[in-house]
């Protein structure tokens, strides 16, 4: 049974939703304006509310870089919103029109509708999610985890007032509050009030939702991305991608998990990459071949032998899995097994060999020569993103405003009747 305050709301942002999806852009373009206006103002509130949430959880936490909230990182909040500005209107635009049976039929861009968002330690999805759906003309609900609570909150009442300073309807934008028990089964479960469910967060989180949603869902999957360092690659080069790749930011979806070499250039190329690593104190997991060798140059207490468990398994840390193969089929058949379909990467000078890639790699974003960490929505000029779908159906990859939304049918006719 539905938590009544939570059907509530739903019902809120159902009746909303019909009236925001009408705004015109000016209108939506002021909103985004005024909440990256509130975000600078508010530094200070939004800061003190994020260290409540930190106070309890601990230092050594995986999740609490993800977690923390400071004056650089809410710019940066502010900036994405303001990314969107930008951005041409994703809704409304008339496409791949046809004249047929005296008929004009053509595709109109509209919004989804009400999309329900259910994340982990992100504080920063709030405000990524909600410029999206303002731009989109998408109501949402928000469902954030129970240790990022108090930021939620904060950042929720700003968007509030950027709404209402704006003349729009604020109960376009819904909070859940995450002390509420069933909440997500409850919100995967609105059949007729929710039109979309995306999920950020653990791959516990992602599995639960598909198996418990009675509404579509779109994945934002695990990241468990791999890189393939061929033997024609540059290795200097190759070496600084797979320690940007790694430790430029290790707690996020789009950071390397296992770097896979090419067995002629192993005992080249694997101690260039250890100088690099050892520096960040990388704790590398190496199969037997690659143990081998860099059980030379690297410390002891951060190498260790790989378990099969190592391979397929998103880190968030400065820990990585390494492991020798003897040709690129090799590399594909592996990264085929073991990938959760996010952002795959080979460096390589051989054309042949990166179109052969390109072409049989699965994976929602597929680089050549270039860090896995570019897998993101600014980076791809789609302003902030909602997530990085690992799905074929609808988005995949960085999901931006157009991303949320769909399309119906225009036809246009003269009294006109079917024979």
Known sequence: MQNKNILEQLNKAKKASVGFGLLPHSKRILILKNLAKELRKNKKKIIKANLKDLKKISKTNLM?????????????????????????????????????????????????????????????????????????????????????????????????????????????IQFIDPKIKNAVSDILSANGLVDLIIPRGSSGLINFVRENATIPVIETGAGVCHTYVDDEAKLPQSARIIFNAKTQRPSVCNALDTALINKKIAKEFLPKMAKLLKEKEVEIFADTESFKILKKSYPKNLLKVAKKS??????????????????????????????????????????????????????????????????????????????????????????????????????????????
Not at 109 to 119: N, Q
Not at 166 to 171: K, L, Y
Not at 318 to 346: C, L, P, R, T, W
Request: proline share 2%; glycine share 8%.
């Open 64 to 172: 609490r870089d993800r977690l923390l909230l400071n004056d650089t990182r809410i710019e940066g909040m502010a900036k994405e919103i303001e990314s969107l500005i930008k951005l041409k209107d994703p809704i409304g635009e008339i496409f791949d029109c046809r004249e047929r049976l005296g008929l004009k039929i053509c595709r109109r861009k509209v919004p989804i509708g009400v999309i329900g968002i259910i994340y982990e330690s992100r504080p920063n999805v709030t405000t990524d999610v909600a410029g999206i759906c303002i731009k989109s003309g998408n109501a949402v609900v928000l469902k954030g985890g129970k240790d990022g609570r108090e930021s939620y909150i904060a950042l929720h009442k700003l968007i509030k007032k950027a709404l209402l300073s704006s003349g729009a309807d604020s109960e376009a």
């Open 310 to 419: 190592d391979f397929g398994r998103e880190f968030l840390s400065q820990k990585m899995s390494v492991k020798i193969v003897s040709s690129i089929e090799e590399a594909i058949k592996f990264i085929d097994k073991y990938s959760s379909k996010h952002s795959e990467a080979i460096l390589t000078e051989n054309k042949n060999k990166a179109v052969k890639f390109l072409r049989e790699v699965d994976a929602a974003v597929v680089y050549v020569n270039a860090s896995t960490r570019f897998s993101d929505g600014a980076v791809f000029g789609l302003g902030s993103e909602i997530g990085i779908s690992t799905d074929k159906i609808h988005a995949r990859g960085p999901m931006g405003a157009r991303e949320m939304t769909t399309y119906k049918w225009i036809v246009s006719g003269k009294y006109s009747v079917r024979k």
